[in-house]
């Protein structure tokens, strides 16, 4: 098995866990980091036995792969250096801020013939996983993602930050032309939206109902499928699945049962990242690609849209009173 030299660009809170997660995998040896904060990055490379560098672009000639885990604004230029270079990349959502630096990169990528691959570590819960076994064509879906204030993240709105995780769970499920959004949306304890309320109707006839929220108390992860084949709910946090459907019995009577499917526990973050090196290796598409996440960063800034269009109108509205 050739080795695989890894770099990881933005050792911040989720740059440092994959480390953790590239440190597990026979074959890939990390060679170099990068941060914008020289301590940072120093203390990760002594940890894992590498080099350490301010500039990302020291990075190149010395990996093959790399995770990117740096604020939404420097997605693109970050991501395209590796990708021009002929570097497989892993980038954490959002895939970029625009529609046309998400472009760029896909082209890039194709260019090149390497990996791009978005963070969406979602797609690898075990429920998640799980839920595509039994799901079939939802009708309505309930979605709550709550979570307490950070500083980090807020270079963005909520829905960038947070709700882009459903809509892409959405996206993947639904399989069907968006008609209809309503949104409103509240900024709190940041300059941006800090909690939202959208609802999606799309072509199939399915309606979403989607909530997120980063100024709760409590976190709740969790996302409810409705349909003709029963109703399927996903807990997030918990890895977990409920999953009913209904059938009629000899005498005729209608009941409720439990579906028997298994939800395999594993980590979803070493799941992504393993999931990566295995694409990178075989030339296999990944299982999340820059498509996808182009589709939910283009329903995300079409929902920002909405929201600033019915805020707007409820400032004429009480400008006249």
């Known amino acids: 098995m050739k080795e695989l030299r890894i770099g990881v660009v933005g050792i911040g809170h989720l740059g440092g866990y994959h480390l953790q997660k590239y440190d597990l995998i026979e074959g890939c040896r990390i060679t170099a ?30 990996v093959d792969a790399v995770s990117i885990a740096v604020p939404t604004v420097a997605h693109h230029e970050t991501a395209l250096t590796f990708l021009e270079a ?71 709105d909520v829905i960038l930050d947070l709700m882009i995780h459903d809509l892409d769970i959405i996206l993947h499920f639904v399989r069907s032309p968006l008609k209809a959004i309503d949104a409103v949306g509240v900024s709190v304890l940041s300059d941006k939206v800090d ?13 979403a109902n989607i909530t997120a929220s980063r100024v709760t108390g409590k976190t709740l992860q969790k996302i409810r499928f409705f349909g003709v084949d029963g109703y399927h709910a996903v807990d997030f946090s918990k890895r977990d699945l409920i999953s009913l459907s209904k059938k009629t019995s000899e005498s005729g009577k209608l009941e409720i049962f439990s579906n028997a499917v298994e939800v395999r526990q594993h ?50 509205v009480l400008q006249h009173e």
């Open 33 to 62: 980091v990068a941060d914008v904060v020289a301590e940072r990055a120093q203390r990760a490379a002594a940890q894992y036995g590498s080099q350490a560098y301010v500039d990302h672009r020291e990075l190149l000639g010395k």
């Open 86 to 156: 002929g570097v497989h990349v892993l980038l954490e959502k959002p895939i970029t801020v625009t529609l046309a630096e998400a472009d760029a990169l896909i082209a890039a990528a194709a260019r090149s013939n390497v990996v791009l691959q978005v963070g969406f570590v979602e797609r690898f819960n075990p429920a998640v996983i799980a839920l595509a076994k039994v799901i079939k064509q939802p009708l309505f879906i309930e979605s709550h993602r709550l979570h307490p204030f950070f500083e980090r993240g807020t270079d963005v």
């Open 195 to 207: 909690i939202t309320n959208v609802r999606l109707k799309f072509a199939s006839g399915c309606v």
């Open 267 to 316: 980590d979803p973050l070493e799941a992504e990242i393993r999931s990566f090196v295995n694409t990178v290796r075989t030339g296999s598409p990944p299982l999340v690609t820059g498509r996808d996440g182009r589709d939910a960063l283009e329903l995300a800034l079409k929902i920002s849209r909405k929201m600033k269009k019915a805020k707007d109108e409820i400032m004429v």
